[in-house]
């Protein structure tokens, strides 16, 4: 293809747009199962995070993204002291990405956008909850999302055809 072809097939495609539209919370619930009596015991927290990540079309080029973290902290007898649930959501306009680069803005990049927010409010659920603050780790959303792919292609690849 000459320089000028190309040229006018780079014009030709439209350039990839992000835009965030809106970030807000869908869901949050705070559990303290053993107040007032996990308070009298020594803070000594054994503190375990899950997170999941959906996503929807909400409209052409425009996406609903839901961070799920879980955040359980246990005594050294197990009992659990606190249990908090965020659903962090935001929408994207989303525009000229392949379906390839899409899936992985969708489950990589836009995490990594809602995250913060998440973060900063289990910190506020856990104070107001009258325990210690708690900052979440940083979190490689790129790296859960590669292992993610990876682990659906290994499940692909096990069915039977």
């Known amino acids: 293809m000459s320089e000028q072809g ?10 990839a747009q992000f835009a965030l539209q809106r970030i807000y ?3 949050t619930s705070f559990e303290s199962p053993r107040a007032p009596a996990g308070f009298r015991s020594e803070w000594k927290p054994h503190v375990n ?7 929807t ?15 359980t902290a246990r005594n ?3 009992d659990v002291i606190y249990l908090i649930e965020v659903q962090q959501a935001g929408i994207f306009s989303i525009r000229g990405l392949e379906p390839e680069p899409l899936a992985q803005t969708l489950g990589s990049f836009c995490p990594s956008v809602l995250f913060p927010y998440a973060r900063e409010l289990i ?3 856990a104070v107001r909850g009258s325990f210690p603050p708690l900052m979440l780790p ?7 999302y590669a292992e993610a792919k990876k ?6 690849s096990a069915q039977p055809h």
């Not at 079309?57 to 955040?71: A, F, N, W």
């Not at 682990?151 to 692909?156: D, H, K, L, P, S």
């Open 151 to 156: 682990r659906a292609a290994v499940g692909e």
């Open 49 to 55: 995070m899950e997170l999941n990540t959906t996503h």
């Open 138 to 144: 940083p979190t490689n959303f790129d790296a859960l």
């Open 25 to 27: 919370i869908k869901d």
């Open 6 to 15: 190309a040229s006018l097939a780079a014009q030709s495609q439209p350039a």
């Open 123 to 125: 910190d506020s659920m």
């Open 76 to 78: 050294d007898a197990e």
């Open 57 to 71: 079309s909400i409209e052409q080029d425009m996406y609903e993204v839901v961070l799920g973290i879980t955040v």
